[in-house]
């Protein structure tokens, strides 16, 4: 039988960069495929392609043994293609049944919908209630919305783009149980992750794109997690070093801290209260929607607290603005990169001046310096190794996982005594995620005191010093990082307020 899709020598290039430079893959029926590269590798190009977001220069593709050339997405779906993007495109103020009825090019009547989609989704093991307003759903649900509206389609080919970045350990064994089962069924998967243990666990085949090239193929179960992300760099890669520096002395203080849900689908925060050393790392684990992005804000001075203090070096700093903290050393940088830590439409400078401005000192007397605007621009682009045409680049024209690099660079290099960054390596690849979490420990061992909120739960073992999690806005008291086990970790994740509640 011949393969499910065949490229061959498929090339894009853009404004100062080749994205796909004559890369040729294949994907056989019923293949778990992965697609690996180190960000800015070229695999959402190259899947843009298949799914009809973007015309090819040059090469072919087929399907079926058939010819491929989708001028649009719906006609790569009425072929067969089906993906699930990393971002969620779904209406908050509408139900399961009307956001997957908006994907339909001819959605039956709504009754019917519905029972369509219980009937799919108890079949996948991805129960969905049709009726449930979907701001009213947890990420890893949202999710399942975006998987059923492809399986509606009877796909023959489904791309997944990064699924697992905002998933529970529970839920992503949900998932990897629906992939197989599709996998059984005769579909195919293109998957996309920078999660290689899943990759090991999961595909059967994976192709390795490095600077736009297809620098090889292999079998994932017969390599390493770290042999895959060497291929993807092309050079040895480093594990983050941590060093002995806790100092004792509280540089930041939240006692009894409470807001309102800031949105009708956010979370209201409730009696938040922990500090952290100068020096030290403290984790903050939990499920999406759980209140990470309001206590990022409450920390930034973007949400002010309804009830309750925040302290920095002893000085009460609750009243103070955004502008104000990060004059005294208090940084943030929150998750959502494209849109709140950076501007769509305005440049790399642009964006580095909108939160560098009073640590860099990049304007005097009322006017903006933009050669030193340009050249701390510069410095984060090096050091972080963001790749992009350069400092005028617009912040929408980056990779997810170079404006990611970009957005935590240009936080860390304006040298805070506080520092809090939610998800600091959410879409980044593993070589990437190393630097940043080298970065964050470097800060630590300088003094600053860190906290990270994170989803990656991986991550939050390897570089805190105390871990606590946040549950339906509330946290758990902060417990040494060092021996927790995975089930404590999803107790306090599942509420348990105290360390003797996590020991079960």
Request: glycine share 10%; proline share 5%.
């Amino acid at each position: 039988m011949s393969a499910l899709l065949e490229l061959t020598g498929l090339t894009k290039a853009y404004p100062g960069v080749v994205a796909n430079d004559d890369v040729s893959m294949t994907i056989q029926h019923g293949e778990v495929h992965a697609l690996l590269g180190e960000n800015g590798a070229g695999k959402s190009t190259l899947v843009k392609m298949i799914y009809g977001l973007v015309k090819p220069d040059a090469g072919t593709m087929r399907l079926l043994g058939e010819g491929f050339t989708p001028a649009e997405p719906r006609a790569a779906r009425a072929a067969g293609v089906a993906m699930v993007f990393q971002h969620f495109s779904l209406f908050e103020a509408l139900d399961v049944a009307e956001n997957i009825a908006l994907g339909m090019e001819n959605p039956p009547k709504m009754r019917d919908l519905a029972a369509r989609i219980r009937e799919v989704s108890q079949a996948y093991g991805l129960p969905l209630d049709p009726s449930r307003l979907v701001g009213d759903l947890s990420a890893g649900e949202r999710q399942r919305v975006e998987i059923i509206r492809c399986l509606l389609q009877n796909p023959k080919l489904l791309i997944m783009d990064e699924p697992t970045s905002v998933l529970t350990p529970q839920e992503v064994a949900i998932l990897f149980k629906t992939l197989e089962k599709l996998r059984s069924e005769g579909t195919s998967i293109l998957y996309i992750s920078h999660k290689l243990e899943e990759i090991r666990r999961l595909c059967d085949a994976a192709t390795i794109l490095r600077l736009g090239k297809n620098v090889g193929t292999c079998n994932p179960r017969e390599e390493t997690a770290r042999a895959m992300a060497e291929m993807m760099v092309g050079e040895v890669l480093h594990v983050p070093e941590r060093k002995p520096h806790a100092t004792a002395e509280v540089a930041l203080e939240l006692r009894g801290l409470s807001l309102a849900a800031p949105s009708a689908f956010g979370t209201a925060l409730k009696d938040v209260t922990f500090s952290v050393e100068k020096g030290e790392v403290l984790g903050i684990g939990g499920v999406a929607g759980n209140g990470q992005d309001e206590l990022t804000g409450a920390l930034s001075g973007e949400l002010p607290a309804q009830a309750g203090q925040i302290f920095f070096e002893g000085h009460d700093i609750g009243p103070l603005g955004p502008n104000a903290r990060r004059a005294l050393g208090v940084l943030a940088a929150p998750e959502e990169r494209l849109g709140h830590a950076a501007a769509p439409d305005m440049s790399l400078t642009e964006n580095a001046v909108l939160t560098g401005t009073v640590r860099k000192g990049l304007s005097r007397k009322g006017f903006l310096n933009w050669r030193a605007a340009k050249d701390f621009t510069n410095e984060v682009i090096t050091r972080f190794d963001v790749r992009t045409p350069g400092a005028h680049t617009a912040a929408r024209a980056l990779s997810g996982g170079n404006l990611q690099k970009f957005v935590i660079g240009r936080e860390i290099m304006q040298d805070p005594a506080a520092l809090v960054v939610n998800q600091p390596t959410w879409g980044v690849d593993a070589s990437a995620a190393a630097a940043i979490r080298q970065a964050l420990l470097d800060l630590a061992a300088n003094g600053a005191a860190i906290i990270v909120i994170s989803q990656d739960l991986d991550e939050l073992m390897e570089i805190s010093d105390r871990f606590a999690a946040l549950n339906a806005g509330r946290l758990t008291a902060p417990v040494p990082a060092a021996g927790l086990t995975v089930d404590q970790i999803g107790l306090m994740m599942g509420g348990a307020h105290d360390l003797e509640a996590a020991h079960g």
